[in-house]
């Protein structure tokens, strides 16, 4: 389970998903990034991950008339996914975010 994610840039893997956000995050990071944003980047990338999985479960769902329905529902329904994948990361995940942060350290070993 060591070798998870490849030496990639996860800046432009990310960046494709969800906006630019999370890669700018990424690459900002530098040579001397505090372990604390290096966590906090992985969880990230872990949360946009699991969305992105999670995203076609909902997708075959109709919509429910006690909420109207529409492009509201759409809309709420995919921050709600959003919402989803950051609590499944925050509460320990997939350990994708332990692999992504032990590559963002050794990158920035690298880099030194």
């Known amino acids: 389970m060591e070798n998870l994610v490849p030496a990639l840039e996860l800046g432009q893997a990310t960046g494709a998903a969800r906006g630019d956000d999370l890669g700018r995050t990424l690459r900002t990071l530098g040579k001397h990034a505090d372990p604390k944003a290096v966590r906090a980047a992985a969880e990230e990338f872990e949360a946009v991950f699991l969305s992105t999985m ?18 509201g529902e ?11 994948g950051k609590s499944i990361a925050k509460s320990g ?14 990158m920035q070993e690298v880099a030194k």
């Open 54 to 71: 999670l995203a076609p479960m909902f997708k075959g769902l109709g919509q429910d008339d006690m909420f109207g329905g529409g492009p």
């Open 74 to 84: 759409e809309t709420y329904r995919s921050l709600l996914v959003d919402e989803y």
């Open 93 to 106: 995940g997939l350990g994708i975010a332990d692999a992504v942060e032990r590559e963002l350290l050794r």
